[in-house]
């Protein structure tokens, strides 16, 4: 009898699980023997991958980070302003769950300052190339597309919204 065998589970696996399990269960859920289970696996097969519990946030916080960048469009800085806000607003589920983490753990609130600080200087950029020089503005366009996300709950109205924010700021020039 044929006995077909498991395949083999990547970092990428672990890591994908590892959001989906922050998203669903919360932090307590970033345990090597909690995500086992979620795999149906052993935590050997943790131990494979990743050096220890700490290695395996800084992994998952690394992957989180690199998906969470946000690159200038084309067009005018006024056409790049609106499509930043916009893709904020839309964000996926990972970073409301990180966003919690990050309360209480200072790997993950590194992570989440490293990107505020990335995209705070790209909506300071864009500004200052629509002659807007207060970087105020910037913190209010980024929190209130963080918080989009929150109210936003079938994620249609969110980019539009802000869209009508960044033109509203603009019309303060």
């Not at 609106?82 to 309360?103: D, T, Y």
């Not at 990107?115 to 980024?142: C, S």
Request: charged share 20%; net charge neutral.
């Amino acid at each position: 009898m044929n006995n077909p065998t498991k395949p083999r589970l990547t970092r990428d696996v672990w890591i994908t699980t590892g959001l989906q399990a922050l998203c669903d269960q919360g932090p307590d859920a970033l345990k090597a023997e909690v995500l086992a289970r979620r795999l149906h696996t052993t935590k050997g097969s943790f131990y494979w991958h990743f050096r220890d519990v700490p290695d395996y946030h800084a992994a998952l916080l690394a992957q989180w980070q690199s998906t969470s960048e946000i690159t200038r469009g084309d067009g005018t800085a006024v056409m790049q302003l609106r499509a930043l806000a916009g893709q904020l607003a839309e964000r996926g589920s990972a970073e409301p769950a990180i966003r919690a983490w990050a309360k209480g753990n200072a790997q993950a609130a590194t992570s989440v300052l490293q990107v505020d600080a990335a995209r705070l200087a790209q909506f300071e950029a864009l500004l200052r190339d629509t002659g807007i020089a207060n970087p105020e503005m910037a913190r209010i366009l980024y929190a209130a597309a963080l918080g989009m996300r929150e109210l936003d709950a079938d994620n249609t109205a969110g980019p539009e919204a802000m869209g009508t924010l960044v033109d509203l700021v603009l019309a303060l020039r």
